[in-house]
């Protein structure tokens, strides 16, 4: 990908990705043209699309590209990417190969957005597979990377000594972190724990900087490590169970709350506290998970996004193109040797 840094950024949008699409997405993408200094490229079934617009017409920093079809969530994605050349997947990836746009967001087919941008942006040079990078929300605020979330289920110890220093990388040009600590996820934080493959990549992963060793999984939602690195299957596992026990202790505090006269007396002091406490670990405030190791900026919401969601997945869209995060890879990789 050609950087456009002369010019307003522009974001693809695929407008009809998405448990919610294209109406979420579509109204996502038009509160982002707003909220940001970027231009939105609207990809998708024209008549489909218009139909979300106010007055079905195109507002100031919006730009429509007709794709005719959907790709749909439940499709094999690399079947489906091949048969559907015109779908809004190959779509956005190509406006981001092209130069038309410097990103892409999609709520869609996590899988067929991986293989779109993977099959027509390419890989960085140096890449061996690709990786997802999520922010995992700490309480009291800020973020820990965790990578691969599922792009590369059967990894090798080198792809995972190789997703360590992208997502090292990656902390430090998106976060800002001067000196990011990375962990690798085991059964064990002691030297030898884990399976042949983590075992393996510790010992490739030896002396290499920031790596402090193995992880336990109870170390997810802290400052320590700033990046939890692992392979696709046992990160994509990882990050839902998160998911499902935030949902539950939410859920269980809620209901104590309003169990007895006394709790709900409680609950009018402390609801509103704790609803805003609960912004930082609300999934839709963090934006989408960055696909590492393309060469151009893909970045995947979740499949029940909202606008909100959506709006914010274009926000981390435009903080990696500001970052300029494929060439930063590139050059980490290749310092690396």
């Excluded at 892409?104 to 597979?129: F, K």
Aim: charged content about 20%; proline content about 6%.
């Amino acid at each position: 990908m050609t950087p456009q840094s002369s010019r307003t950024p522009v974001v693809a949008v695929d407008a009809v990705g998405g448990d919610h699409a294209p109406g979420a997405a579509v109204a996502g993408a038009l509160r982002a043209a707003q909220d940001f200094d970027a231009s939105i490229l609207l990809v998708g079934p024209e008549e489909l699309v218009k139909a979300e617009l106010p007055n079905g017409s195109v507002p100031d920093g919006v730009e429509l590209l007709h794709a005719s079809e959907i790709v749909a969530m439940d499709e094999e994605p690399a079947a489906a990417t091949r048969a559907k050349k015109d779908s809004s997947l190959v779509r956005a990836a190509e406006a981001v190969r092209d130069g038309r746009a410097d990103a892409m967001v999609s709520a869609g087919n996590t899988g067929a957005a991986m293989t779109a941008a993977l099959l027509r942006m390419g890989r960085v040079a140096g890449v061996a597979r690709p990786a997802v990078a999520v922010p995992v929300p700490v309480p009291g605020g800020g973020h820990q990377m965790l990578v691969d979330a599922g792009a590369t289920v059967d990894c090798s110890p080198e792809w995972l000594a190789q997703f360590a220093l992208m997502g090292r990388t990656y902390a430090q040009v998106r976060f800002d972190v001067a000196e990011p600590r990375v962990g690798l996820l085991s059964n064990g934080e002691e030297p030898g724990k884990g399976d042949g493959l983590r075992k393996a990549a510790t010992e490739l992963l030896a002396g290499t900087p920031g790596f402090v060793g193995n992880v336990e999984g109870r170390q997810f939602m802290s400052a320590d490590p700033d990046v939890i690195v692992t392979d696709g299957f046992t990160g994509n596992v990882a990050l839902k169970t998160i998911e499902g026990v935030v949902s539950a202790v939410a859920g269980l505090v809620y209901s104590v709350m309003s169990s007895s006269d006394e709790a709900r007396d409680a609950s009018r002091v402390l609801e509103p506290l704790l609803t805003e406490a609960a912004k930082t670990l609300d999934p839709e405030c963090t934006g989408g998970a960055t696909l590492l190791g393309v060469d151009g900026v893909c970045v995947i919401s979740h499949g029940s996004s909202s606008d909100r969601a959506i709006l914010n997945s274009v926000g981390v869209a435009l903080d990696a193109v500001a970052a300029d995060v494929p060439r930063r890879l590139g050059e980490a990789i290749a310092d690396a040797g």
